[in-house]
């Protein structure tokens, strides 16, 4: 049976002191990889509208594969987006300060890897849309993970305002791409692909035709914004996605 509950983490002292955050984690408590009761972790780390219903749904499918599925909050307790624009004036706080975007990735994953359930030894983080841009900046920072997935994502890397350095990339990359995404220009894409190879990373991008933004997200519709669900895409980026969690984690 798959379990779903709510974790509420806090910083650590000193980075993020006080600061709460509220995420969700599933996984199925008839399931382990060995007599250990451990087992994989998959961070899913959401939308620019924050830990929502659509990103505790990804991590109980990942429970149902056999993983631990930890829906993180990107944003704080209680900071969630209900409009677009309130969305994006959330964005807007870690778009201005990719420091602090990267740290609050950092937590999750130091959470992550301290889940009773957790095989620390093989963690992996996916995102979309904004939430491939925060995978991408933790991928970045050279973090320990098996594997990285980018669904829809954003690509364009931290400025040097940023005090953040090229490190040599650990994570194994998997980049879905939706071909005509108006906020992830064709340009981006090979900039990404040049930037990845740059720093060591063994990395893989899938594009889709007629797929833009927002593909995974059955309820995205303005298709003139370049902004829509594409069921077909959509499925096959999650079965990549599958074999490529089977592949990094062994």
């Known amino acids: 049976m798959i379990v779903t509950v709510a ?3 806090e910083g650590d002292e000193g980075v993020l002191d006080g600061v709460v955050f509220e995420g ?3 996984w199925d408590d008839a399931s382990a990889d060995d007599q250990t009761g451990l087992r994989p ?3 899913v780390t959401p939308t620019f509208k924050g830990q929502s219903a659509f990103e505790t749904q990804k991590a109980e499918l990942l429970a149902e594969m056999g993983y631990v599925g930890f829906a993180i909050d990107i944003y704080g307790q209680g900071k969630r987006a209900s409009t677009p624009e309130e969305a994006g004036k959330l964005m807007a706080v870690l778009n201005g300060d990719r420091a602090l975007l990267l740290k609050h990735m950092q937590l999750a994953l130091r ?3 301290a889940l009773p359930q957790a095989d620390a030894q093989k963690v992996a983080v996916i995102g979309f849309c904004f939430g491939g841009k925060c995978v991408l900046d933790l991928v970045r920072s050279g973090a320990d993970l098996q594997g990285a997935v980018s669904f829809h994502g954003i690509y364009d890397p931290p400025g040097s ?3 953040l350095t090229e490190q040599a990339i650990k994570s194994s990359v998997l980049i879905l791409h ?4 108006p906020l992830a220009p064709r340009e981006d ?3 990404l692909g040049d930037e990845l190879t740059r720093n060591g990373a063994e990395w893989q991008i899938h594009a889709f035709g007629q797929t833009a933004q927002a593909v995974t997200n059955p309820l995205a519709r303005a298709k003139a914004d370049g902004m829509y669900f594409v069921e077909k895409s959509a499925a096959r980026g999650w079965w990549m996605m599958r074999g490529f969690l089977e ?4």
């Open 7 to 9: 974790l509420v983490y």
């Open 24 to 26: 969700t984690v599933s």
């Open 41 to 43: 972790v998959v961070m």
């Open 111 to 113: 959470t992550a890897k």
């Open 161 to 163: 305002e940023s005090r």
């Open 178 to 181: 939706g071909w005509e995404d």
């Open 189 to 191: 894409m090979v900039a």
């Open 247 to 250: 592949e990094v984690f062994g």
